[in-house]
């Protein structure tokens, strides 16, 4: 059976280590704003086409984007990824990025015809070098794509790191696609800083507060690139004014609910690094993680990844995943695990996940 159907069928016994997603549950708010929106009938209109009062204003704020920046909301941050490589990816343009990666981002760049460069970054510092950027420039190169900090690996870039790479994007007429997904989980430098007018921001309300569920993501950039991307733009009609309700009250409270989730993220990483530490063969590439996921290296094992996330799943109810789905060229490595789940999920998961190991190894 496909993973995600029996995933889906068995939902509530599931522990979702597999998408990354926030489930520790974090403010009342989000649920009352959302049922106050029901309740008084607010879906039967269609949104203000730039979005409810507020919530571009609140996502400014708390990105601290700069003044000229406009904000476009999208049916999660992929909608809006794919928006822009239509808008502004030239045909045969290539595109700066890494193996692994989202993999989904790359679909996109293949679909609007352009160029994969995919950097390889499964060894020391599992992140993207300047050196290594420097060499794959060519004509061509059109667009970098920056994920910080980095699904699957859990790296970040530090600031002298960030500022190098926006030099090279201004020295070489290049976009630079921010990719800040996970950024409320360590708050990186964003290239927004360096190079704001050469910098599109895609970020989501999937990862931190739990929205994935709703659809609900954000493009950004300084007013002369959204000109070119609005034309187009699929949502001229506004995004789901449930989810923007949803995602306006955890802005709203961020400061309440943010500092507690990070700590309780670290305390889940120390339970899967304690587990992974006493596992022969298997080891963490980057910790600590500065996302709420993991890569957990199983080469020595010489046990394939594709067998521990079946495994997990269906003898467990454990939904990790094999690193096939993030990497062309290292999948068969590692498998990668999220930690942003209630603390029993990851318990679950630590005594699993040694046991699954041991079995595979015979
Ligand atoms: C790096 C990165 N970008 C974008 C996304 C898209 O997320 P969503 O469409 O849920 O906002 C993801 C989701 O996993 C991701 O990991």
Sequence with gaps: MDPFDYAHKHAKDIVWMSQNTNQIPITEFIDKAILKAVQEGEYNLYPRARGIFGLCEAISAHLTLPGDYQVLLTNGGIEGLYILFRALLPKGGEVICTDPSFMPIHHQVEISDGILVELPIYQPPWKMTVEQIKAAITGNTKMMLLIDSINPLGTAYDRSEVKAICELAEEHDLIVIDDITYRDFSEPVGTYEYVPERTIVSYTFSKNCGLAGMRIGVLAAPKSLMEKILPYNTNVLSVNVLAQRAALAALETIGQWLPPLRQQL?????????????????????????????????????????????????????????????????????????????????????????????????
């Design 266 to 362: 670290i305390e889940n990483q120390q339970l899967i690094k304690d587990t992974v530490d006493k596992i022969e063969g298997a080891f963490l590439p980057v910790y600590p993680s500065k996302t709420n996921m993991f890569v957990i290296d199983i080469s020595q094992t010489g046990i394939d990844p594709d067998d521990v996330q079946e495994k997990m799943l269906f003898e467990h109810n454990v939904f990790i995943r094999s690193g096939n789905y993030v990497s062309k060229r290292f999948g068969n490595k590692f498998v990668r695990t999220s930690f942003s789940v209630p603390r029993e999920g990851v318990e679950r998961f630590a005594e699993a996940f040694p046991k699954v190991i041991s079995e595979l190894r015979k």
